[in-house]
């Protein structure tokens, strides 16, 4: 029995290395489930997609990182790939990356730096810190 679903398109992305050599992956973090889903298709490898529950590993791990709390409130705004690197980024928050040409089930997660830290992500919600992070939010002379 074949099951459907819908896809995210902020949740989805393609890497593109040569003729016949790309990726394409979702990543799928759902509030409720607790583990990030990864998805991936590289007719290299397999001509199914294959799906990954990977492990998040913080680039600069700290002691009162929550990465529960992180999960349940992320929300891709984008996905950038980089090299053989996906990146999907919440630009009130983070950035997880993901080699899609490595065998590894790992994840990193980089925290963006708060543009200004007197505000409490958990307190303002979302709208906020969405006009502070988001790039084309920025004043002209704060982008450069």
Known sequence: MTSTRRMESLDIGMIHRGPGDFAVAELQIAADAGTPVLRVFNPSVSDHWVLKTPRIVPVHPRDDLDMEHILWYWDTDAVVPSGTWMCWVDY??????CNLFD???????LELPMKQPCI???????GWLEAYNVPWAQPKAAMS
């Open 92 to 97: 009130t928050a983070s950035v997880m990356l």
């Open 103 to 109: 065998d590894s089930s790992e994840i990193l997660f």
């Open 120 to 126: 409490n992500r958990d307190e303002v919600g979302r």
